[in-house]
């Protein structure tokens, strides 16, 4: 069974007329699978209640408090970086967390194969200290250490097909060899990070794989880093669980990307991740929303990507 996380307080967070990560991102991909008829397919769970230590797996308590009290003082920006905010914006984000945690808790207990977050905000660019790039919580990063500290699992694998380069987790586990960080991303593009020389350092030397690919890139390309790349490491490095942090800004006609990836990429990505999860992790997948800011684009791409996950 394939489980899915969907709660509408996500779209509480208000980023304000005009942004790209608005609200509507939610509705439409929960429309489209709705469309599609996979909603009645999946099995639904609620997030789980996010406390202070869970956070703190990740996030400095100097840094949450800063979060909370900068949201209930109505700044309309984090002052760490570029994240919009709204007075409801920290319950939305603990929410996006509560979700990833759930889905690890569901797919580790054994009651689904697989999961996928529909959060907003995204995460994949908040480092444990700093929130930036419509980022507050590192969603991923949290399910991660979710997964070891409270299931105790030793080796994680995070796939992050996004256009944009997951700079916060690959800050998160730089230095730590039991979570593995693969990265396609656009290069040169925001936030400027992640060239291939950057591997990783002290335990974590080697467990940062990152492929930057130039615009235009599309399905020769990204797959090739997978094939020749991530399909090799992960026969050395035999992951329990599997994460992706999937953006669908990667998909072709993204404004805030350009890649050329179609539904059908999409589609054929998510096989290849679940036969590495197959191999290595039991077939444990638990996958999250990150990028995407052509609503239909988003919807399509999104599930197409649930579907293979159903599949």
Known sequence: MTALVADSKCLRHDTGFGHPERAERFTAVFDGLKAAGLIEKLVRIEPRAVSAEDLELVHGARYLALVEHEITSKLPQLSTGDTAISAASWDAARIAAGSALAAVDVVVGGKAANAFCLVRPPGHHASGDRGMGFCILN????????????????????????????????????????????????????????????????????????????????RAEIFAAFEKQLVPAMDEFRP???????????????????????????????????????????????????GGYSLSGLARAATAHVAALLA
Do not use: M
């Not at 994680?156 to 997951?166: A, E, F, K, R, S």
């Open 139 to 218: 969603n991923v990063a949290l399910a991660a250490r979710h997964a070891q500290k409270r299931h105790g699992l030793k080796r994680v694998l995070i796939v992050d097909w996004d256009v944009h380069h997951g700079n916060g987790t690959q800050d998160i586990f730089y230095a730590d060899g039991s979570v593995f960080f693969f990265s396609t991303h656009q290069w040169p593009w925001y936030p400027g990070t992640g060239p291939a020389k950057e591997t990783g350092e002290g335990a974590g030397k080697g467990t940062t794989l990152n492929c930057p690919l130039p615009a235009g890139s599309g």
């Open 240 to 290: 329990e669980l599997v994460l992706i942090s999937a953006g669908f800004d990667s998909r072709v006609g993204d404004p805030l990307g350009h890649f050329q990836l179609t539904d059908q990429d999409f589609t054929d990505l998510t096989k290849l991740v679940r036969q590495i999860a197959d191999k290595h992790a039991q077939g444990r997948v638990v996958s999250l929303l990150e």
